[in-house]
């Protein structure tokens, strides 16, 4: 089993970026998925998800978007409008599976 993101990196306040996760050796259509994100010194926390959970951080809400393909096999997380407080490593997890993605660095630096 595998999920492997991509897509994260520096980018300037107010951009846009794309994370992707693939997944490898199981199906996320099965599964509800959801992306968390950690900054340094802080715990992980959800900011998006497929499945019913509403709890995210006020200031994602309205910039992210959790999207899915299931012809890849991959999720993606639309990020517009990041702020320097959106620096972090993002991972995705496979709820059903109890599996989480290895983590990809965005940093938001002018």
């Known amino acids: 089993l595998q999920l492997v993101e991509s897509g994260g990196g520096l980018v300037q306040p107010g951009g846009s970026l794309r994370l992707s996760c693939a997944a490898v050796g199981l199906a996320f259509s099965r599964s509800v998925m959801s992306w968390f994100r950690q900054a340094p010194g802080k715990e992980r926390e959800l900011v998006e998800s497929?499945?019913?959970?509403?709890n995210f951080p006020d200031s994602v809400k309205g910039r992210f978007t959790i999207s899915g393909d299931n012809a890849k096999n991959t999720v993606y997380l639309q990020m517009n409008n990041l702020k320097p407080e959106d620096t972090a490593v993002y991972y995705c997890?496979?709820?059903?599976?109890?599996?989480w993605g290895q983590g990809t660095q965005v940093t938001v630096s002018s």
């Open positions: 997890y496979a709820h059903i599976y109890n599996y």
């Open positions: 497929t499945g019913s959970a509403t």
